[in-house]
């Protein structure tokens, strides 16, 4: 996890502008990809991150080691944290997977200051992220009934007009949306298919349900799609949809 997160996190707290000795937050922090950037880039007072995997706060824990970071085990709905404790409260690739994205942005705008700022970014599957669409597009021509898993079709929270509308109605002013286009790299052939066979998820849970004759020929439909440069190596555009909005003084 966090290999194109990383990429993502820079661009976009260069974006929210929030300044120097600020209070952080970081909701969803899973393996501490966005919680490293905000140290070492932005000079915050302290950060806070939250995620509910246990496995991930320890391995954040291990990775950041310092009096300036707390981390918890805990859920986006309930964060376990006082009212208006923190200048800033980010989240980065998880709105779209939570059953009740509403309830923890509200929860985001309320652990944050009045003027402070709440802020998220997720991947635009339906588009932008070609890793994933080159994938669920070749599973969905093998196998139509493989579009009801597509995250694109799942996601349509992942768009800005519903990002905007998300943030606005948890009481969020000033809201503003913009895309961060990164690159996503891969050695080969292999180093993109990878993360299919391991990783969590949706697109790594349907390969290994596959059987092993299933499972290779989705690779080859994969691979047929790829943009394969004559070294062997894969150039992906990943674009990720940032939302921001300040918390409503009252
Ligand atoms: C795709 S990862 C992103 C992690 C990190 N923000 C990053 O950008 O690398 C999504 C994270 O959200 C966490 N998560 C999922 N549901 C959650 C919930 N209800 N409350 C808190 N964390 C949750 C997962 O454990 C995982 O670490």
Not at 50 to 66: F, I, K, T
Not at 180 to 205: C, H, K, M, N
């Amino acid at each position: 996890m966090g290999r194109w997160s990383q990429k993502v996190a820079s661009p976009f707290l260069t974006w929210l502008g929030v300044g120097a000795a600020a209070r952080w937050s970081d909701v969803g922090c899973g393996t501490g990809a966005l919680s490293e950037t905000i140290l070492r880039r932005h000079d915050p007072a302290s950060v806070g991150g939250l995620d509910r995997s246990a496995g991930y706060v320890a391995y954040a824990r291990a990775r950041l080691q310092e009096p300036r970071v707390r981390l918890a085990i805990g859920d986006a709905a309930a964060l376990p944290w006082k009212a208006y404790v923190f200048d800033a409260t980010v989240c980065g690739l998880l709105l779209n997977f939570l059953p009740d994205a509403d309830l923890a942005v509200r929860e985001m705008a309320r652990v944050t200051t009045p003027g402070g700022m709440v802020a998220a970014y997720v991947w635009d599957y339906s588009r932008g992220m070609e890793m994933m669409r080159h994938f669920w597009d070749a599973a969905v021509a093998l196998w139509a009934e493989t579009a009801a898993l597509d995250q694109g079709e799942r996601f349509p929270l992942c768009q800005p007009e519903p990002l905007k509308a998300l943030m606005t109605q948890a009481g969020l002013q000033s809201v503003e949306v913009c895309a961060i286009d990164i690159e996503t790299r891969f050695r080969d052939v292999d180093d993109y298919w990878r993360p299919f066979l391991g990783g969590q998820g949706a697109a790594p849970s349907y390969v290994l349900a596959l059987d092993e004759h299933a499972r290779q020929r989705l690779r080859e439909a994969v691979r047929e799609r790829l943009p394969v440069a004559p070294d062997g190596s894969i150039c992906l555009q990943a674009r990720a949809w940032a939302v921001k909005g300040i918390s409503p003084r009252s």
